[in-house]
């Protein structure tokens, strides 16, 4: 190729280039303008529910519409469920910010725990609900009819689900005689075999411990921390870090590691401890007298849903007593619906109090729910850690 | 014949002219040539690289989470002063080093034996060997170490058998750079093996009448030729590890996050993509230099 050949060719690329990068520019320029969303202005809540549209597409935890109850609900509404599994709360998040955010018209509802549930609200990636139109709602254990994690200022942004505590779990042929407290979590004696979930809302575990542990901090709520007790919580994150074996993403990692012998002690969800448990690993679960930190799960309206009616339909469906029954012992996890108990009990018998359903409702107080922290807080300082910084302070614990 | 000729001329005349134009131009002609292909390969490539980098000038606005198109530079100004963003680049740095380090190491032996020892047919079976696991999922394969370096896994059975105590290996630094070093072998295989292959008998020959032993050969004739097949393997085993996020996430440990998980995680948990594109650039400006300095090496001759 000759000198003037490559010149030409030079010319020519970088007017193509130019072109190119002033076209990417020209894209970023414009998605600016479509960012920023209104929350709460003026609701307009849909009074009635019409028709079914014919489909209902849900980003839901695996089983979350396990066939065994949702045929049923597709025959009769005629709504049929086109279902995304999620791995964790930020892929929910991520999969609802998709395409322009509010579901991106794509997905009418989310199954969002509370550590996801009020970045949604925040976002503006969901709208208010009427639970006028769902009947069991006024069934629900009061906690749940309007909990801290999907409802602000009295609008309600979903229908609560199910809940579940996060447990203290342990190996019976490695840790004699057991344990029930979370201070095991911190102790130096369990060095190498712990095993907590690799997840900022994990602060407010440690949070949760000092609470009891260390009065004089003045932790009321372990989701909200001022800069000095989450300071103190972080150093205790610090220490434990010498102790973890392993910070499980999936909690069938965490599964894993006390299936095969590398963690001993944990903190893990109930459905784990079925699992292990059926398949002959020696754990035993407890949750210790002070309570427990817990996750709820809130059926959430996608802001630009595009099945109103069936999200609506598949909401009052999932409420009443005999499903709620039914996902919670496929699951693993507790009604928020009380009259599930006698259905609980037919499946499996015990069932219902196994999973603490006929608890007196001062047992609620003694579970505190994954919420999203803010800046904002109750105590009116608002002067708490947000997200962001919890987010930090978690990569600078488990980096 | 007449009548369909009558349209056909003008349309001839403009086709004339426009070669015409386009011979006396030859610029327009390579640009209207080179267009799309160019277009297309600056909007995939250059266009998302150019997309991240402007994005790590925004900022997340803290209680929405969504991203605030304001320029600034604190993204960068955390990450240099932030001690734990420095710690998790010069990890991810020093896993992907260490890794090239022993696929070179592991691998020459292998090479130098296919290329110039074996016959045809074993070498025809190495190489499948070789390839083998790249038939699998790479996932696959991570979950299989992770089920043998378990407490309960195959190694240790095996060490408790003759007599040895734990290897305890699992969810630790060492698992990640045994089960890179495993993935990413075949890539630094291949690349020793094109070089080793290409040096003439001759060479040996010449080396071998001059005096030379199989060391002082070894260090001045075939180590010297199979350097850029070397720089070549390693710019593969480099910037996959740089650039992983699954083995830390299934087989690391406390302690163990790449700049992938932390990318990962920015983006996940509150949606910051700034501070994560912020972070992206530091592998990118790795393997700048790694390339620049691999290209000196002769790498690219032996691709």
Same mark, same amino acid.
């Given at each position: 190729?000759?000198?003037?050949?490559?010149?030409?060719?030079?010319?020519?690329?970088?007017?193509?280039?130019?072109?190119?990068?002033?076209?990417?520019?020209?894209?970023?320029?414009?998605?600016?303008?479509?960012?920023?969303?209104?929350?709460?202005?003026?609701?307009?809540?849909?009074?009635?529910?019409?028709?079914?549209?014919?489909?209902?597409?849900?980003?839901?935890?695996?089983?979350?519409?396990?066939?065994?109850?949702?045929?049923?609900?597709?025959?009769?509404?005629?709504?049929?469920?086109?279902?995304?599994?999620?791995?964790?709360?930020?892929?929910?998040?991520?999969?609802?910010?998709?395409?322009?955010?509010?579901?991106?018209?794509?997905?009418?509802?989310?199954? @969002?725990? =509370? #550590? $996801?549930? +009020?970045?949604? %609200?925040?976002?503006? !990636?969901?709208?208010?609900?009427?639970? &006028?139109?769902? *009947?069991?709602?006024?069934?629900?254990?009061?906690?749940?009819?309007?909990?801290?994690?999907?409802?602000?200022?009295?609008?309600?942004?979903?229908?609560?689900?199910?809940?579940?505590?996060?447990?203290?779990?342990?190996?019976?042929?490695?840790?004699?005689?057991?344990?029930?407290?979370?201070?095991?979590?911190?102790?130096?004696?369990?060095?190498?075999?712990?095993?907590?979930?690799?997840?900022?809302?994990?602060?407010?575990?440690?949070?949760?411990?000092?609470?009891?542990?260390?009065?004089?901090?003045?932790?009321?709520?372990?989701?909200?921390?001022?800069?000095?007790?989450?300071?103190?919580?972080?150093?205790?994150?610090?220490?434990?870090?010498?102790?973890?074996?392993?910070?499980?993403?999936?909690?069938?990692?965490?599964?894993?590691?006390? @299936?095969? =012998? #590398? $963690?001993? +002690?944990?903190? %893990?969800?109930?459905? !784990?401890?079925?699992?292990?448990?059926? &398949?002959?690993? *020696?754990?035993?679960?407890?949750?210790?007298?002070?309570?427990?930190?817990?996750?709820?799960?809130?059926?959430?309206?996608?802001?630009?849903?595009?099945?109103?009616?069936?999200?609506?339909?598949?909401?009052?469906?999932?409420?009443?007593?005999?499903?709620?029954?039914?996902?919670?012992?496929?699951?693993?996890?507790?009604?928020?619906?009380?009259?599930?108990?006698?259905?609980?009990?037919?499946?499996?018998?015990?069932?219902?109090?196994?999973?603490?359903?006929?608890?007196?409702?001062?047992?609620?107080?003694?579970?505190?729910?994954?919420?999203?922290?803010?800046?904002?807080?109750?105590?009116?300082?608002?002067?708490?850690?947000?997200?962001?910084?919890?987010?930090?302070?978690?990569?600078?614990?488990?980096? | 014949?007449?009548?369909?000729?009558?349209?056909?001329?003008?349309?001839?005349?403009?086709?004339?002219?426009?070669?015409?134009?386009?011979?006396?131009?030859?610029?327009?002609?390579?640009?209207?040539?080179?267009?799309?292909?160019?277009?297309?390969?600056?909007?995939?490539?250059?266009?998302?690289?150019?997309?991240?980098?402007?994005?790590?000038?925004?900022?997340?606005?803290?209680?929405?989470?969504?991203?605030?198109?304001?320029?600034?530079?604190?993204?960068?100004?955390?990450?240099?002063?932030?001690?734990?963003?420095?710690?998790?680049?010069?990890?991810?740095?020093?896993?992907?080093?260490?890794?090239?380090?022993?696929?070179?190491?592991?691998?020459?032996?292998?090479?130098?034996?296919?290329?110039?020892?074996?016959?045809?047919?074993?070498?025809?079976?190495?190489?499948?060997?070789?390839?083998?696991?790249?038939?699998?999922?790479?996932?696959?394969?991570?979950?299989?170490?992770?089920?043998?370096?378990?407490?309960?896994?195959?190694?240790?059975?095996?060490?408790?058998?003759?007599?040895?105590?734990?290897?305890?290996?699992?969810?630790?630094?060492?698992?990640?750079?045994?089960?890179?070093?495993?993935?990413?072998?075949?890539?630094?295989?291949?690349?020793?093996?094109?070089?080793?292959?290409?040096?003439?008998?001759?060479?040996?020959?010449?080396?071998?009448?001059?005096?030379?032993?199989?060391?002082?050969?070894?260090?001045?004739?075939?180590?010297?030729?199979?350097?850029?097949?070397?720089?070549?393997?390693?710019?593969?085993?480099?910037?996959?590890?740089?650039?992983?996020?699954?083995?830390?996430?299934?087989?690391?440990?406390?302690?163990?996050?790449?700049?992938?998980?932390?990318?990962?995680?920015?983006?996940?948990?509150?949606?910051?993509?700034?501070?994560?594109?912020?972070?992206?650039?530091?592998?990118?400006?790795?393997?700048?230099?790694?390339?620049?300095?691999?290209?000196?090496?002769?790498?690219?001759?032996?691709?």
């Amino acid at each position: 190729m000759s000198k003037h050949h490559k010149r030409v060719l030079g010319w020519g690329a970088a007017a193509l280039a130019i072109g190119a990068l002033a076209f990417v520019a020209a894209g970023c320029g414009s998605s600016k303008s479509s960012s920023g969303g209104s929350t709460t202005n003026g609701l307009n809540l849909p009074s009635s529910i019409g028709k079914g549209e014919g489909a209902l597409n849900l980003i839901e935890w695996p089983y979350y519409s396990d066939p065994s109850f949702a045929k049923k609900f597709e025959t009769q509404t005629g709504c049929k469920i086109h279902r995304k599994d999620a791995g964790s709360s930020n892929e929910m998040v991520a999969l609802m910010r998709g395409g322009g955010g509010g579901g991106g018209g794509q997905w009418d509802l989310v199954s @969002a725990s =509370g #550590d $996801a549930s +009020l970045r949604l %609200i925040a976002g503006g !990636d969901v709208q208010p609900v009427n639970v &006028k139109l769902i *009947p069991s709602w006024n069934d629900f254990i009061p906690t749940f009819k309007g909990p801290a994690h999907n409802t602000v200022s009295g609008v309600h942004y979903g229908v609560s689900l199910q809940w579940g505590p996060n447990v203290l779990l342990y190996r019976t042929d490695k840790v004699k005689p057991g344990v029930n407290d979370w201070a095991a979590l911190y102790d130096s004696k369990y060095k190498g075999q712990i095993t907590i979930p690799n997840n900022p809302i994990q602060i407010a575990d440690a949070a949760f411990y000092l609470m009891h542990a260390k009065p004089e901090l003045g932790i009321k709520d372990p989701y909200e921390l001022n800069k000095e007790q989450f300071d103190a919580t972080v150093a205790l994150l610090k220490q434990q870090r010498k102790l973890v074996k392993l910070y499980w993403n999936y909690d069938t990692d965490g599964r894993a590691a006390f @299936a095969n =012998g #590398d $963690a001993a +002690l944990g903190a %893990i969800w109930p459905v !784990d401890t079925l699992a292990l448990q059926a &398949k002959n690993v *020696p754990v035993k679960e407890v949750i210790p007298s002070d309570g427990a930190t817990g996750w709820a799960d809130t059926w959430m309206l996608a802001k630009k849903a595009p099945h109103p009616n069936c999200a609506y339909l598949w909401m009052k469906y999932v409420s009443t007593p005999q499903v709620q029954a039914k996902q919670a012992l496929v699951f693993g996890e507790t009604p928020v619906n009380p009259h599930a108990c006698p259905f609980m009990n037919q499946i499996q018998a015990g069932s219902c109090a196994k999973y603490h359903l006929n608890e007196p409702s001062s047992y609620y107080d003694t579970i505190k729910f994954w919420k999203t922290p803010t800046a904002h807080c109750n105590q009116g300082k608002n002067d708490c850690m947000d997200y962001n910084a919890w987010q930090k302070a978690w990569t600078e614990i488990t980096g | 014949m007449s009548e369909l000729a009558q349209p056909g001329a003008p349309l001839r005349s403009a086709r004339l002219r426009l070669s015409a134009a386009l011979w006396r131009r030859p610029w327009l002609k390579v640009t209207l040539l080179l267009a799309l292909p160019a277009i297309a390969f600056l909007l995939v490539y250059l266009g998302a690289l150019v997309a991240l980098f402007i994005s790590a000038f925004w900022q997340v606005d803290a209680f929405t989470g969504k991203v605030v198109h304001v320029w600034t530079t604190e993204n960068f100004h955390s990450l240099i002063h932030d001690q734990v963003y420095r710690r998790i680049a010069l990890r991810t740095i020093g896993m992907a080093a260490a890794v090239t380090v022993t696929d070179a190491v592991l691998a020459f032996p292998l090479a130098f034996f296919m290329a110039r020892v074996a016959p045809p047919r074993m070498r025809t079976l190495l190489f499948v060997l070789v390839l083998l696991p790249l038939w699998t999922s790479y996932l696959v394969r991570i979950y299989s170490w992770r089920l043998i370096l378990a407490k309960n896994g195959a190694l240790n059975w095996l060490l408790n058998g003759i007599g040895l105590p734990d290897a305890g290996l699992a969810y630790t630094n060492k698992a990640m750079w045994i089960v890179f070093s495993y993935v990413w072998l075949p890539f630094m295989i291949l690349p020793i093996y094109a070089s080793l292959e290409r040096i003439p008998d001759s060479y040996l020959e010449a080396s071998a009448d001059l005096g030379g032993r199989g060391w002082r050969t070894f260090r001045s004739v075939i180590l010297p030729l199979a350097l850029p097949g070397i720089v070549a393997g390693s710019i593969f085993t480099f910037s996959l590890t740089l650039g992983d996020f699954i083995t830390p996430l299934l087989v690391g440990g406390a302690g163990s996050s790449f700049i992938g998980n932390v990318v990962e995680n920015f983006i996940g948990v509150n949606g910051n993509i700034p501070f994560a594109a912020a972070f992206a650039t530091v592998p990118l400006i790795v393997m700048a230099v790694y390339l620049v300095i691999a290209k000196r090496l002769g790498a690219f001759e032996a691709l």
